[in-house]
T-cell receptor, first 112, second 114 residues
């Protein structure tokens, strides 16, 4: 079993839709949960992160973590064509040095 | 990508030849990483470094070696390139092991082994 599972998509939605992107993980030691966005032929860039369970909002983006079910979500409100990219979840353990573990990424296409 | 540069951006090489990819940072970050990205596999860690001359293996290190003689440079060498090493290679840096800071990625090197 992979430590992080993510549906690869592709996910195609109309402009203005609410998008839900999800990951599951198996390691209960994960404490930090990051989302990266990767445009075509570019490197991933950090979009947002949360610590432990709960929600975090940043503009049109909301990250949600449910540690009891080991489930991570990223919601995009009022999706725009510029949101078309691959989104990767990346959980991490706390304490000392711990590598990020990346999901395979979900490819999102927002069409006008 | 501010502060991190990968070279070359594209390379085509023949099977059996050695290849070296370079990652250069101007952020003075302690940690540097090499990943490969393939369809269906996402980002997989090849090697990482936690200081000058301090390196360790990742999950897919076979056939790869690294060196870090200066804080700013992290080299990835494919000792004898194979077709299975055709991939996009990303370098990343972080200042504090990634926690609370995440990683900053370079723009990638697209390597084709023929």
């Amino acid at each position: 079993q992979k430590e992080v599972e993510q549906d690869p998509g592709p996910l195609s939605v109309p402009e203005g839709a609410i998008v839900s992107l999800n990951c599951t993980y198996s390691n209960s030691a994960f404490q930090y949960f990051m989302w990266y966005r990767q445009y075509s032929r570019k490197g991933p860039e950090l979009l947002m992160y949360t610590y432990s369970s709960g929600n975090k909002e940043d503009g049109r983006f909301t990250a949600q973590v449910d540690k009891s079910s080991k489930y991570i979500s990223l919601f995009i409100r009022d999706s725009q064509p510029s949101d078309s990219a691959t989104y990767l979840c990346a959980p991490q353990q706390a304490g000392g040095y711990n590598k990020l573990i990346f999901g395979a990424g979900t490819r999102l296409a927002v069409h006008p | 990508d501010a502060g991190i540069t990968q070279s070359p951006r594209h390379k085509v090489t023949e099977t059996g030849t050695p290849v070296t990819l370079r990652c250069h940072q101007t952020e003075n970050h302690r940690y540097m990483y090499w990943y490969r990205q393939d369809p269906g596999h996402g980002l997989r860690l090849i090697h990482y470094s936690y200081g000058v001359k301090d390196t360790d293996k990742g999950e897919v290190s076979d056939g790869y070696s690294v060196s870090r003689s200066k804080t700013e440079d992290f080299l990835l060498t494919l000792e004898s390139a194979t077709s299975s090493q055709t991939s996009v290679y990303f370098c990343a840096i972080s200042g504090a092991g990634g926690t609370n800071y995440g990683y900053t990625f370079g723009s990638g090197t697209r390597l084709t082994v023929v």
